[in-house]
């Protein structure tokens, strides 16, 4: 069952405040069968409206990524990776530092392969999970570079 697991990533990824409100989003099939049939993604159960009508394309891209991770979650076991191709072209910065923490504190086990075209996005991902102690190791296809920053900082608690 996906539900529950889209939920809580829905939820911690779609904010809408920068106190982290997440919105959370359900997956509903009208017709109210075991089998689902015709998907919607609603913000309530007792809502039929499709949330995709009237989401930004960035929210929409968090949607997106939500539903593959808690597809990650309940069935893969066997994969070690996961890679994602600049999943944050579209976020705003909110929603790009909640998809961070998810990565960081609920697939810790794997090794997360991203893809950005943006600095600033590998300089704040590198920068929350040196933070936190977490290895990085940055790629550079266009420059044919590749180095491991260290973390050189002490971080207060």
């Given at each position: 069952?996906?539900?529950?697991?889209?939920?809580?990533?829905?939820?911690k990824i779609l904010q809408t405040h920068q106190a982290g409100l997440g919105q959370g989003i359900f997956i509903k099939d009208p017709t109210g069968e075991d089998e689902l049939k015709n998907v919607r993604l609603v913000s309530n159960?007792?809502?039929?409206?499709?949330?995709?009508?009237?989401?930004?394309?960035?929210?929409?891209?968090?949607?997106?990524?939500?539903?593959?991770?808690?597809?990650?979650?309940?069935?893969?076991?066997?994969?070690?990776?996961?890679?994602?191709?600049?999943?944050?072209?579209?976020?705003?910065?909110?929603?790009?530092?909640?998809?961070?923490?998810?990565?960081?504190?609920?697939?810790?086990?794997?090794?997360?392969?991203?893809?950005?075209?943006?600095?600033?996005?590998?300089?704040?991902?590198?920068?929350?999970?040196?933070?936190?102690?977490?290895?990085?190791?940055?790629?550079?296809?266009?420059?044919?570079?590749?180095?491991?920053?260290?973390?050189?900082?002490?971080?207060?608690?």
């Amino acid at each position: 069952m996906i539900t529950i697991p889209f939920y809580l990533y829905s939820g911690k990824i779609l904010q809408t405040h920068q106190a982290g409100l997440g919105q959370g989003i359900f997956i509903k099939d009208p017709t109210g069968e075991d089998e689902l049939k015709n998907v919607r993604l609603v913000s309530n159960w007792d809502s039929d409206h499709d949330i995709l009508n009237t989401m930004s394309s960035g929210q929409i891209s968090a949607v997106v990524i939500a539903l593959t991770l808690a597809l990650h979650r309940v069935y893969s076991t066997k994969f070690s990776s996961i890679l994602i191709d600049d999943p944050v072209q579209t976020m705003d910065d909110i929603n790009m530092s909640s998809l961070v923490e998810v990565l960081r504190n609920d697939f810790r086990e794997k090794q997360i392969i991203l893809s950005t075209h943006e600095d600033k996005v590998t300089r704040y991902f590198t920068y929350k999970y040196l933070k936190h102690n977490e290895g990085v190791k940055i790629i550079n296809i266009m420059q044919r570079k590749e180095y491991t920053p260290s973390n050189k900082y002490l971080y207060g608690s």
